[in-house]
């Protein structure tokens, strides 16, 4: 509630950092909004929200996100909420930042701009607001929606929630209308129309899935095959314009290992030059740096992956594990018994089952394993553990100085935000939703990410023939290897797997006690050091714990003050 009254515009002038009420002269001024300077200053604040990898020692969107199957943390890793919360600065803050966008888009329609310098900035503010609203929907269903600015006698301040399907179609109409408006084409740090359109794509393929999955006990609203396919036919519509425009790349480390621009040192790519990158952040060194490498090159339990996630990646001549007439052991090689091997210290090497599985894997994590007590250093980095026993290799760079690698808060690699990737995965998961992906969906999509992944091509018909005895989604054939696809490229980024889950219906498979993989990591079958805990041969990264399902977690709990504040606001039920 006191988010929504309050101001929220910071800038360089003191007088735009007060937040608040009522508004300062300077802002409330007509001259002021006349200056596009002064109007670009206030829509470019809302870059820092696009966290990726955090910023010093704070954590950001990537690798820290642990609530998936995918990792194992370096300490047990429980839902999000298991009580209502007497507060919560992120719903409170997407509040604030959506009255932020309100003040510009009616100071700006105010003033005496051109048509076209409004639409523009309009047009950011409705990106942002659409953004923020998309993100609230996602995290608590029925919303209270706010189009405009509200004084402390706004009836809006006491409103019952609205229907999510109200508010998700109000964020779909601010993203399309910063698509059609914003002056911007493209800029990989600029706010653009295909950056909107890369907002909708996303925006559109959870609202399409998640009407086509939801149950009503559980999401409290039934499936909409009417609304699905409108939304799932329009991640299509949005999607298609950037498949071409932000072509797949043949390096797939580069999105997340490089620096700003090639010329930060040997061996080091520019993700500014990077063709498939739509919006990223930008670290430079001594300047704006972050901490997630020295996190993944650490002596502290790294966040490795799980066993789950591992068995996931797909085997040389594209099958399954299941499937597969190669060699589908888990089982390292004693380091000793490596030929050539130059590393210091008992390890227990896994080159050989990176060299029959998708590229990605080889690229995601360590061909070493290690845990407490059997260490293993990469690149001159600390001696390093993993809850799981598998590393994290995907975002650091060992062509850059030990010290921006191994020091918190010194690392310079930079992060994407929107990416071609992602919008290929899209698309194809769209249409195979559909019923209408084609070969040539195929070829533009998902052979790709095959082809840098180092698997041969498929067709719509030979992934409808794989029928994986993993397939424990209720799923065709066809949409679990889309499925599992996605869940290989976006591996550890911007918790898209949590989100993922959430929109398909399957969030269950986080819970452990029916599916022990997702906490589970490396067999240490032969290793020379035992670890703490292990599940017959793998490592158990449970901690004694345990995380079982409840239908509540498919959505947050408001917080109980805001409850307090408003008596028209409602809990969502399962969290009463």
């Not at 990106?127 to 509200?150: A, F, K, M, S």
């Not at 209408?436 to 969906?441: A, G, M, Q, S, Y």
Request: aromatic share 12%.
């Amino acid at each position: 509630m006191l988010a929504v009254v309050g101001l929220s515009l910071t800038g360089c002038d003191d007088l735009l950092d007060n937040n608040r009420y009522p508004e300062t002269l300077i802002v409330d001024s007509p001259q002021y909004w006349d200056n596009p300077d002064n109007c670009e200053l206030q829509v470019n604040r809302y870059y820092q929200y696009f966290y990726g990898y955090g910023s010093g020692q704070s954590t950001g969107s990537f690798y820290f996100q642990t609530l998936t199957d995918d990792q194992c943390a370096g300490g047990f890793t429980n839902w999000k909420f298991t009580a209502v919360p007497s507060s919560s600065g992120s719903y409170d803050n997407m509040y604030t930042r959506i009255r932020g966008c309100n003040i510009i888009i009616e100071k700006v329609q105010a003033s005496a701009l051109t048509d076209a310098q409004k639409a523009n900035y309009i047009g950011i503010a409705r990106l942002y607001r659409g953004y923020e609203y998309y993100n609230l929907v996602r995290q608590y269903g029925d919303v209270i929606l706010v189009d405009h600015v509200l004084d402390v006698n706004s009836p809006e301040l006491y409103a019952a929630r609205t229907d999510r399907r109200t508010v998700m179609d109000f964020a779909y109409e601010d993203l399309k209308y910063a698509s059609d408006n914003i002056t911007l084409q493209r800029g990989i740090q600029k706010f653009s129309k295909d950056l909107a359109l890369a907002m909708l794509s996303n925006l559109c393929l959870f609202e399409g899935t998640f009407w086509k999955y939801c149950t009503k006990a559980e999401n409290y609203y039934d499936p909409d095959p009417e609304r699905a396919k409108k939304y799932l036919e329009l991640c299509v519509t949005h999607s298609a314009p950037l498949l071409d425009a932000y072509p797949i790349g043949d390096n797939y480390r580069a999105l997340y290992n490089s620096a700003w621009t090639a010329d930060a040192g040997a061996g080091i790519t520019g993700l500014s030059n990077n063709p498939e990158v739509i919006f990223a952040t930008e670290y430079k060194i001594d300047v704006f740096m972050q901490g997630l490498i020295a996190y993944t090159c650490s002596s502290s339990t790294i966040n490795g992956l799980s066993k789950d996630a591992f068995d996931a990646y797909l085997f040389k001549d594209g099958l399954p594990k299941s499937k597969t007439s190669m060699n589908t052991t888990d089982v390292g090689i004693p380091q000793e018994s490596v030929e050539g091997a130059v590393d210091k210290g008992p390890g227990l090497c896994i080159q050989n089952l990176l060299d029959v599985r998708d590229g990605r894997l080889a690229q995601t994590t360590d061909p070493y394993i290690y845990y407490k007590n059997m260490t293993w250093a990469r690149s001159g980095a600390n001696p390093m553990t993993s809850a799981s026993g598998y590393g994290v290799s995907k975002y650091d760079n060992v062509n850059m100085p030990l010290k921006n690698r191994i020091n918190i808060g010194q690392s310079y690699t930079c992060s994407p935000q929107y990416w071609g990737a992602v919008i290929a995965l899209n698309y194809a998961e769209a249409k195979a939703e559909l019923g209408t992906l084609n070969d040539d969906d195929m070829n533009k999509t998902l052979n790709k990410l095959y082809a840098r992944a180092d698997l041969p091509a498929q067709t719509v018909a030979s992934l409808s023939a794989i029928n994986d005895d993993a397939n424990n989604m209720g799923v065709s054939s066809l949409i679990w290897e889309v499925r599992r696809c996605r869940r290989c490229e976006l591996i550890m980024d911007y918790d898209y797997r949590y989100w993922d889950l959430i929109r398909w219906h399957k969030l269950d498979l986080l819970d452990n006690t029916k599916y022990p993989n997702v906490l589970l990591g490396a067999n240490v079958t032969g290793a020379p050091v035992a670890p703490e805990v292990v599940t017959g041969a793998y490592i158990n990264a449970t901690y004694g714990k345990n995380r079982i399902f409840e239908p509540r977690q498919y959505q947050y709990p408001l917080p109980s003050n805001q409850l307090n504040l408003n008596k028209q606001l409602e809990q969502n039920a399962l969290w009463k």
